[in-house]
Nanobody, 120 residues
Framework: QVQLVESGGGLVQPGGSLRLSCAASGSIFSINTMGWYRQAPGKQRELVASITRSGSTNYADSVKGRFTISRNNAKNAVYLQMNSLKPEDTAVYYC??????????????WGQGTQVTVSS
């Protein structure tokens, strides 16, 4: 069983920065694309950024130029550096990973979520 554990959320003032981390543990065979999603109250969960194993990235238009996703394949970890934070970035942020097992089956794994609040 593979688990994802996030850390790094919290309260920050507008214009501030936060760095989220997510690490996978358990019986890991291979993790392909990893990403960060967020869900604000009353809204659907949305993709913030994703990164493939080879390092190709994809960002939501609302965070381009402010957020940077990166990963460490050796540690099965993914990070999200968030700069110039805005109140509208307030949400629960979830880590996601596409785990491929030894039988080449793909499982979408989710972390438990970490709260990010941007407020003065």
């Amino acid at each position: 069983q593979v688990q994802l554990v996030e850390s790094g959320g919290g309260l920050v003032q507008p214009g501030g920065s936060l760095r989220l981390s997510c690490a996978a543990s358990g019986s890991i065979f291979s993790i392909n694309t990893m990403g960060w999603y967020r869900q604000a109250p009353g809204k659907q969960r949305e993709l913030v950024a994703s990164i493939t194993r080879s390092g190709s990235t994809n960002y939501a238009d609302s965070v381009k130029g402010r957020f940077t996703i990166s990963r460490n394949n050796a540690k099965n970890a993914v990070y999200l550096q968030m700069n110039s934070l805005k109140p509208e970035d307030t949400a629960v942020y979830y880590c996601n990973g596409q785990h491929i097992d030894s039988l080449m089956r793909i499982f979408s794994i989710w972390g438990q979520g970490t709260q990010v609040t941007v407020s003065s």
